[in-house]
């Protein structure tokens, strides 16, 4: 019964000529893992893209329509391929957005340029997904090369100075885990410091190992000015407790992507933790000038969620969610040639989004105005110190020095 | 002589090595005695290893109280898991010796994702003053947690060992270890003897758990990054035989930590499993098992 009044009131509005008014929702399915042990970040990326949906959705929407988010839970590749194929197949989504996991969106946006879809990266950081050069895959959020030299440029322009050497007679030690996760970005933290005169040491690991003291051990023989290392959570914890169990004490420690949450906060304590610096997403405390709207998007965000965000993804998420929306609005359409052709042609300058971020594609459709930033911990609070402009108000660096 | 780098190097790789050792002894003591004894190959040791320490952290969450008060909870607590398990799951399979191993495999996996549906991947620690405590052995510096599992360790090892030696309940065990069916004919209560066993197994994991939770950081798949290493601790050391568990837990430490320093960390268990194999090839009972005792598990045991 209620399934024939839908029909026909979908018959009479055709009739009628409302089409326009009724306009299908615009779906964009987002693949993430929202199960298992990622799902925590899975999760957080996705409300932002939902918060990015609802601005775009209280003005009107794009190309008059209201956005939808769709999930589809991905914590496999495989897994990535069937949510892809159910979410443009049942769910009828016209674009994809994604991924917390690397090898999760290589499968997922080969199976979406299958099904003639756009697959918009904004969190995987493995510069080797757009230089795959897939014609519907474009990445407006860093990459791991953006992580690495970001992490170059602090050691050269805060630690440094900070330790009084100069690049040459500098030691850093690279200690990665040993996935390519950790594996590109330390390649390219290598070759840049090499470049520049540095002196390096490089040590790896398994994040699942037992034991890290012959990393620690590895390392204080080499006794570095800083120790620089791109791990996981629980490697990283493992590492710092180790390292303060062996009685290690590098000039300075700065950790890549993690290690600015409350997990390892829990596991070392402030005290501990005081003056590490930290290659990081930038954060909703980063001042207004260089991220605009930076402060709305953190209010909007515990508004709707009750508590302030888990991970500085989710600020990214919510921008690239919007470079997105802006491309198709440009495009005039959700084709993927034609959304990428506008995203090519988008040209805005760094400062222009909450987090910095401003929009310029290189010919693989990496946008190189994303930029990590540099933030430290500050009393138990991670705050961005670098670039200057980036630390909110009355924030400095603190003594990086290690006590 | 002391001051030699290379030295310095060695005393402190050394150190790491027996306190790597504690650790592996600590895990392995209650799977050589459920695998060992009772010849019950069970996979989800390292998985009530795990759920030690999330006792040790919800005890700490819950109740404020430090991991090494919580014993006191999570050990009662997983005897009578441990004892639910081998009454539900193991019994009921008892003839059925390769489909308790998958019984087991499964046991496994269900505690990693309830645990991981809980938590849903976060990362969580136990903050215990004394993690931050380190002191120095020579030119070695340890962390005192590490000493304390070490220590606790070669308590639980001595213990268990005179408990099976001279205990009644301990001969028990044994008796139904070596022939099922004539300890029946002996008196002994088999139901019971089994049952006790695979819960003092499960309370030893706890126990583990608890001392080695202010060391890791917390998730649901670190049980199975301890249990393949702790399978090969008690096959070197011998089946059944609390002193090959405990030597072979050094065994395997020192082998980890001397391949990790001087060859490569990436081939510390690819190293670990070559000697492995070659203990096995050259002594198929392991270091302290008696010749034969690898054949018992085979034997009718019904």
């Known amino acids: ?403 | 002589m002391g001051d030699d780098p290379a030295v310095t190097d060695l005393i402190n790789i050394v150190a790491v090595g027996i306190l790597l050792g504690g650790i592996y002894a600590l895990v392995s003591v209650g799977l050589n005695l459920i695998f060992g004894v009772i010849r019950v190959v069970n996979f989800a040791q390292g998985e009530f290893v795990m759920l030690g320490m999330y006792g040790a952290y919800g005890a700490y969450a819950f109740l404020r109280i430090d991991p090494y008060l919580a014993l006191l909870i999570v050990l009662p607590a997983l005897f009578l898991l441990g004892a639910a398990v081998q009454r539900l799951i193991i019994t009921p399979l008892q003839n059925e010796p390769s489909m308790q191993i998958f019984a087991t495999f499964g046991l496994l996996l269900l505690l990693e994702n309830v645990v991981l549906a809980l938590t849903r991947g976060t990362a969580y620690s136990v903050p215990s003053q004394l993690a931050q405590v380190s002191v120095s052995i020579g030119s070695a510096q340890v962390g005192l947690v590490r000493v304390i599992a070490l220590l606790a360790a070669s308590a639980v090892a001595v213990a268990l060992g005179l408990f099976l030696k001279y205990a009644m309940l301990g001969k028990a065990i044994r008796a139904v270890a070596q022939d099922r069916r004539a300890a029946l004919l002996m008196g002994v209560n088999v139901d019971r003897v089994n049952l006790v066993t695979f819960g003092i197994g499960a309370a030893l994991a706890g126990l583990a758990g608890c001392l080695l939770s202010p060391i890791y950081t917390l998730s649901p798949q670190i049980g199975t990054t301890f249990i393949l290493p702790a399978f090969a601790v008690v096959i070197l050391g011998g089946l059944g035989s609390v002193t090959g568990a405990y030597v072979g837990g050094f065994i395997v430490g020192m082998t980890e930590a001397l391949a990790g320093y001087y060859l490569d960390p990436a081939l510390k268990h690819a190293v670990l499993f070559a000697v492995f194999i070659i203990v096995l090839v050259v002594r198929p009972s392991g270091l302290f098992g008696q010749v034969g005792a690898e054949e018992v598990g085979l034997r009718e045991q019904s």
């Open chain 1, 1 to 403: 019964m209620l399934a024939r009044f839908r029909l026909s009131a979908a018959l009479a509005a055709l009739a009628l000529g409302a089409v326009p008014a009724l306009a299908q929702e615009l779906k964009i399915g987002a693949i993430n893992p929202y199960s298992g042990g990622m799902a925590l970040y899975g999760d957080e990326l996705t409300r932002g893209y939902e918060l990015a949906a609802e601005q775009a959705n209280a003005t009107g929407g794009v190309l008059g329509r209201k956005v939808a988010i769709v999930r589809g839970s991905a914590t496999t590749p495989q897994e990535g391929i069937a949510a892809v194929e159910q979410l443009v197949g049942r769910d009828k989504v016209e674009a994809l957005i994604g991924t917390y996991v690397t090898a999760i969106s290589n499968a997922a946006s080969e199976s979406a340029l299958n099904n003639s879809k756009i697959y918009w990266e904004t969190a995987a950081l493995s510069r080797d997904l757009t230089n795959r050069g897939l014609p519907n895959f474009a990445r407006a959020t860093p990459s791991s090369d953006d992580f690495a030299r970001r992490s170059v440029e602090g050691t050269l322009k805060l630690v440094a100075p900070a330790l009084g050497k100069a690049p040459k007679d500098l030691k850093v030690w690279i200690e990665h885990e040993d996935s390519a996760y950790g594996t590109s970005i330390a390649k390219e933290q290598e070759k840049l410091l090499k470049e520049a005169g540095v002196q390096v040491g490089v040590g790896s690991h398994s994040f699942k190992s037992v034991d890290l003291s012959d990393s620690i051990l590895r390392a204080k023989n080499f006794a570095p000015d800083l120790w620089l290392g791109t791990n996981y959570v629980v490697d990283a914890n493992l590492l710092l407790r180790t390292a303060r169990e062996q009685n290690f004490k590098p000039g300075a420690i700065m950790l890549v992507g993690t290690g600015d949450t409350f997990e390892t906060a829990e596991a070392l304590g402030k005290d501990y933790l005081q003056g590490i610096l930290l290659v990081s997403y930038p954060r909703a405390d980063i001042s207004e000038s260089y991220g605009p709207g930076a402060g709305k998007f953190l209010a909007a965000y515990r508004e709707k969620y009750n508590r302030d965000p888990i991970a500085p993804q989710a600020m990214g998420a919510f921008v690239g969610m919007k470079i997105l929306l802006e491309a198709v609005k440009t495009a005039g359409s959700t084709d993927y040639d034609k959304v990428m052709k506008a995203a090519a042609a988008m040209d805005k300058p760094l400062g222009t989004y909450e987090t910095g971020y401003g929009v310029k594609f290189d010919d693989k459709m990496q946008n190189t105005r994303a930029l990590p930033v540099i933030a430290q911990w500050q009393d138990g609070q991670v705050r961005a110190v670098y670039p200057a402009e980036a630390a909110g108000q009355g924030v400095k660096p603190i003594d990086l020095q290690r006590k």
